[in-house]
Nanobody, 125 residues
Framework: DVQLVESGGGSVQVGGSLRLSCVASGDTIGRYCMGWFRQAPGKEREGVALIYTAGGNTYYAESVKGRFTISQDTAKNTLYLQMNSLKPEDSAVYYC???????????????????WGQGTQVTVS
């Protein structure tokens, strides 16, 4: 089984930046759908950014497009989320997720992912 550990969350001023990291163990992530999801109080968990690791294809929620960048380091078996121009509405617990690639597009829905990290808090004020 895959284990995921997120880090890099914290408190930041409006307009600031943070970089989240997700280290995977138990398997290499060379052919996976991986993504960042977030959940704010009183709201459903939502997809933020996805990457197909074998091809490098990326997808973003409209609310973060142009501000966030998802990337990977295959040598370190690590996923990243660079967050710039942060807004108060970006405040949430951010989760890393992974699932073996099964063909077609990677899923935006959380039920499509078998493996999850513990989450890291991001607060923008």
């Amino acid at each position: 089984d895959v284990q995921l550990v997120e880090s890099g969350g914290g408190s930041v001023q409006v307009g600031g930046s943070l970089r989240l990291s997700c280290v995977a163990s138990g398997d290499t992530i060379g052919r996976y759908c991986m993504g960042w999801f977030r959940q704010a109080p009183g709201k459903e968990r939502e997809g933020v950014a996805l990457i197909y690791t074998a091809g490098g294809n990326t997808y973003y929620a409209e609310s973060v497009k142009g501000r966030f960048t998802i990337s990977q380091d295959t040598a370190k078996n690590t996923l990243y989320l660079q967050m710039n121009s942060l807004k108060p509405e970006d405040s949430a617990v951010y989760y890393c997720a992974a699932d073996p690639y099964r063909g077609g597009y990677c899923y935006w829905d959380p039920p499509g992912y078998n493996y999850w990290g513990q989450g890291t808090q991001v607060t923008v004020s």
